[in-house]
């Protein structure tokens, strides 16, 4: 069965600090998709980055960066200079993928809830 | 673009009551997803709908059920509500599905509230 544990329940950080959420996940598929969510109070989830199982490669998007390391099943997510407006909801998530091409849908940690303080 | 709406926002209803919630997906979309959050069990998958017909469900009782129209709206319904399934309902919608990785946009919910 998959799972997706997000051990830091609640980080709160000065802003412009660095700040890294953790991600680990369990699967025994060898093709899966991660991603990255970010909840704010209004309620929807918005999408952040996707990586495919086969893709380890790190992702920079302007303060944003991912480390996906296969051997530690790991997909952690780091904010550089972090702003008040990161204060939000994080959610980790997997989806794995059938030899058919469907899915289940997607399994998500418990989240990291992110305070960025002036 | 318009994005993913969920109809109502907000609901509350009482014990024994049956609801209708409803999703209307981006404009192209063919799966739409319905997740149940709450502070105990967080997000939870629920049911994924992609040309109208149930694709996957999560573990859930038989009394949470959907559909999908062929404009690929979508409804979820729950009977016999219990104190449980106060919670927020998402919506999820994408292109092709789960199954294919792509990027699913989320509405903002309805906020349930069974008392």
């Known amino acids: 069965a998959q799972k997706v544990t997000q051990a830091q329940t609640e980080i709160s950080v000065v802003e412009k600090e660095d700040v890294t959420l953790d991600c680990v996940y369990e699967?025994?598929?060898?093709?899966?998709?991660l991603f990255w969510y970010k909840q704010p109070p209004s309620g929807e989830l918005v999408f952040l980055i996707r990586?495919?199982?086969?893709?380890?490669q790190n992702e920079i998007s302007g303060r944003y960066s991912w480390n996906f390391q296969k051997s530690t099943s790991s997909f952690n997510f780091t904010i550089t200079a972090s702003q008040v407006v990161d204060s939000a909801v994080y959610f980790c998530a997997l989806s794995e993928v059938y030899s058919g091409g469907g899915a289940d849908g997607l399994t998500f940690g418990k989240g990291t809830h992110l305070i960025i303080q002036p | 673009k318009a994005g993913v709406t969920q109809t109502p926002r907000y609901l509350i209803k009482t014990r024994g009551q049956q609801v209708t919630l409803s999703c209307s997906p981006i404009s192209g979309h063919r799966s739409v997803s319905w997740y149940q959050q709450t502070p105990g069990q967080g997000l939870q998958f629920l049911f994924e709908?992609?040309?109208?017909?149930?694709?996957n469900k999560g573990n859930f009782p038989g009394r949470f059920s959907g559909r999908q129209f062929s404009n690929s709206r979508s409804e979820m319904n729950v009977s016999t509500l219990e104190l449980g399934d106060s919670a927020l309902y998402l919506c999820?919608?994408?292109?092709?599905?789960?199954?294919?990785?792509?990027?699913?946009?989320f509405g903002q919910g309805t906020r349930l509230t069974v008392v």
């Open positions: 999820a919608s994408s292109l092709s599905g789960q199954g294919a990785g792509t990027e699913a946009f």
């Open positions: 709908y992609f040309s109208e017909t149930q694709r």
């Open positions: 990586r495919n199982s086969f893709d380890e």
């Open positions: 699967t025994r598929d060898t093709t899966y998709y």
